[in-house]
């Protein structure tokens, strides 16, 4: 079993920047995707970003490409998602995702979600 904390959600003003750190525990999750994703009151639960298990390939979102950076540490324990000039769109309860077989998923392990909200 995988356990995924997610953290350094926030409030920040429009055009501010967080970073959100998912760290994971357990079995490991080197050889699989990580990836985020982001829900928000009403709304299906939507891709955001992922990485590949050697961090060499990215996949974003058209929303956020450009604007969101997603990396993970060497040792695979952990995935961040730098985000810049944010806007009030992307308030959303931001989940980390792990143990994906494609960059889309399906993934196995998912975080209790950390909440991100963007004031105009």
């Known amino acids: 079993q995988v356990q995924l904390v997610e953290s350094g959600g926030g409030l920040v003003q429009a055009g501010g920047s967080l970073r959100l750190s998912c760290a994971a525990s357990?079995?490991?999750?080197?050889?699989?995707?990580a990836a985020w994703f982001r829900q928000t009151p009403g709304k299906e639960r939507e891709f955001a970003a992922a990485?590949?298990?050697?961090?060499?390939?990215?996949y974003y979102a058209d929303s956020v490409k450009g604007r969101f950076t997603i990396s993970r540490d060497n040792a695979n324990t952990r995935v961040y998602l730098d985000m810049n000039s944010l806007k009030p769109e992307d308030t959303a309860v931001y989940y980390c995702a792990a143990g994906g077989g494609y960059y889309r998923g399906p993934y196995a392990y998912w975080g209790q979600g950390t909440q991100v909200t963007v004031s105009s």
């Open positions: 990485i590949s298990w050697n961090g060499g390939s990215q």
């Open positions: 357990g079995r490991t999750v080197s050889g699989y995707f």
